[in-house]
């Protein structure tokens, strides 16, 4: 069911807030993100395969927990910001906008009228008709987040053009993409990819949009927050629980290492 967008309460406040990707499609992953104390998730729906009940599962772990569920599309097509919407997600992040009309289009598939065209529906998001519908109707086009993601050279040129159209709530940036936009494959954070990002930023900026990063160094987030951004991604879970493994089987292989030396040490000495 439609809840307070949290996520929008603390950017209108000028707080600091933090997410993750998930990609794992488990509701209990999500559960875990939020009682980590995360502002918000976005679920990965653009590089992960989620079955529609699946996705509604991990939105409701997100409700349980407090958090905002932003989800990622995987394209742009009416029918996808839908579906996203229609589970229950506080907001669609779409990926590779390059034009002022894709973010007008966004807009207009994510809000019902008059903002937009949402093709209504009386299902979760709307209490499966419990309350007054048409008064549902506008307070969805206010909780309801629009995130278009920058992330190509095209994207980057057209930034001024894409962020004055309104309705839009945040612009999350894509450095990985982007890289490889400029023929720079996962050169995220060389000179030409960073340039490209505070090109983005300042666009925000100028707009009122908030710009939401991605800091892949503590260095990257001092120079965010002296730019006076507000909002982090910080990776997805997979990565964090791949390097949390990795760290604790070093340290006990260490461990083992260190014993092993020392009884052999120890018997040579005999």
């Known amino acids: 069911m439609l809840q307070e967008n ?48 699946t996705l509604e599962n991990m939105i409701r772990a997100a409700e349980c927990a407090r958090i905002t569920p932003l989800v990622r599309v995987a394209d742009a097509q009416p029918g996808t910001i839908l579906r996203a919407l229609d589970s229950g997600a506080q907001g669609v992040v779409v990926p590779h906008v390059q034009s002022r009309e894709q973010a007008e289009h966004i807009v207009r598939c994510s809000r019902y009228y008059p903002l937009g065209m949402r093709s209504l529906n009386s299902g979760r998001p709307g209490a499966f008709g419990k309350h007054d519908l048409a008064a549902y109707l506008e307070r969805a086009n206010e909780e309801v987040m629009v995130v278009p993601m920058i992330e190509s050279k095209e994207g980057v040129e057209h930034a001024d053009e894409i962020l004055r159209v309104p309705g839009i709530d945040m612009v999350l940036e894509g450095a990985a993409d982007l890289s490889q936009s400029f ?88």
């Open 6 to 53: 949290a996520l929008k309460r603390k950017l209108r406040a000028g707080e600091t807030v933090f997410g993750l990707f998930c990609s794992i499609p488990a509701p209990i992953v999500v559960e875990m993100i939020g009682c980590a104390e995360f502002d918000f998730v976005i679920i990965d729906c653009e590089h992960v395969s989620i079955n529609p009940e």
């Open 183 to 270: 023929g720079r494959p996962w050169d995220t954070r060389g000179a030409l990819v960073k340039a490209a990002l505070q090109t983005v930023q300042a666009a925000a900026r100028r707009h009122g949009v908030p710009y939401c990063a991605i800091p892949r160094a503590l260095e990257d987030l001092d120079g965010w927050q002296e730019r006076g951004v507000q909002a982090y991604v910080l990776g997805d879970e997979r990565g964090i629980a791949f390097r949390a493994m990795r760290h604790q089987l070093g340290i006990f292989r260490d461990r083992v290492s260190d014993l092993d030396e020392k009884e052999s040490s120890y018997e040579a000495s005999r």
